[in-house]
């Protein structure tokens, strides 16, 4: 088998969407013309790889990659989005999956991208090979007057933007994940090509700016349903703070008289439950959201910022990658890391899905031990929650 680019020409886009609509899609049949006629658009940087056979011009299993700016610990890193993994039928249960994702992230390690995501069709297939969940989120159902008690006073005003006004909605963006870990720099392309268009219909943009004209709040958003059934539901909000927040939750408020429903996501700390008068007339799911892992771990934990000094070898077990099984020395002292590889003894052991949720903040070294994930002696399990203190990852792109 041969690891491979898929041809950037009009065969490889007949070739990629096909294998994606069967994956995803497999009641739109085997005709992708309607496809392929909506995906031609511009489309953020990425690349497309294949798993080949050795005799044959078509791969057996197919993936695609974005290349993401991301903060982590105090640095920045970039970080690779895997995305429409897809093996036709004629192919699965072969291991092939394994193979590609294994090239891939050498791929990876090789071009300086020392971390990975994806969100998974079901996480057990993805941490299998060592991605783990990073972050939850709340989903929420409410009918709009639920929400007004929660709601800021009025103030400022809501403009509505089109595609090419990203630039507020991005102000609003950097300020509403500076708190959290994992939160990535979008570019312009990201902005007017994923975020503010769909397949379909385009969301209506919104974006709230106070008194002294600073943009604080966005809404990106559609509206479905029959008259007396409507929902509107949210493809991303974002607020700057607890007010503007209260700006969002007034928005919405005010389409009483529009929709029967609003829908949105938040982080598990949006503290809405105790804003409304009726915390029992809202639906609230939580979800486990995207996976993350470590596909170079002597890069990743030398580049991030500690809050203290401290020693200990880790002994870690990769299911995907044997290169990256073994020990490794972290050694943090006067501000600096180093993360080299070792023939010590080590002082805990674990896997890289339990120690990547360690270094991105979503679990802590003690709820891992508890839980069996991670053995460690006692000093040991103290210096790993000093270095890596508990945190909030938020990954929320779609990708």
Known sequence: MEYRPIPDDDAGDELFVRYVQYAFQPTRGPDVSEALEADDRPDPPRFRRGLYPDEGDEPVTILSSYDFTTRLRGTTLSMGGVSTVATPPEHRRNGYVATLLRELCREYREGGTPISALWP????????????????????????????????????????????????????????????????????????????RSWQTDPFVYCWFDDAGTPRAHLVYTVTGDWGDRTLKVQEQGAADAE??????????????????????????AGLLDRVADPRKLDCTVEAGPMFRLVDVEATCSALSYPTDGEVVVALDDPLLPEVTGSYALSVADGRATCERTDAPAAAETDVGAFSQLVCGYRSAETLATAGELTADADALATLDALFPKATPLLKEGF
Do not use: I
């Open 244 to 269: 503007a927040f209260g700006h969002v939750l007034r928005f919405l408020a005010d389409h009483d008289s529009q929709v029967k429903a609003v829908e949105f996501s938040t982080d598990t700390d």
């Open 121 to 196: 069709f079901e996480h057990p297939f993805y941490r299998k090979y060592g991605w783990a969940t990073c972050n939850r989120y709340l989903d929420w159902s409410a009918a709009p007057s639920d929400l007004r008690a929660a709601a800021s006073e009025p103030a400022g005003e809501w403009r509505q933007l089109d595609r090419d006004d990203w630039e507020p909605l991005d102000a609003v963006h950097d300020a509403a994940m500076a708190g959290y870990e994992l939160a990535v720099d979008r570019t312009g392309e990201w902005w007017t090509e994923r975020v503010l």
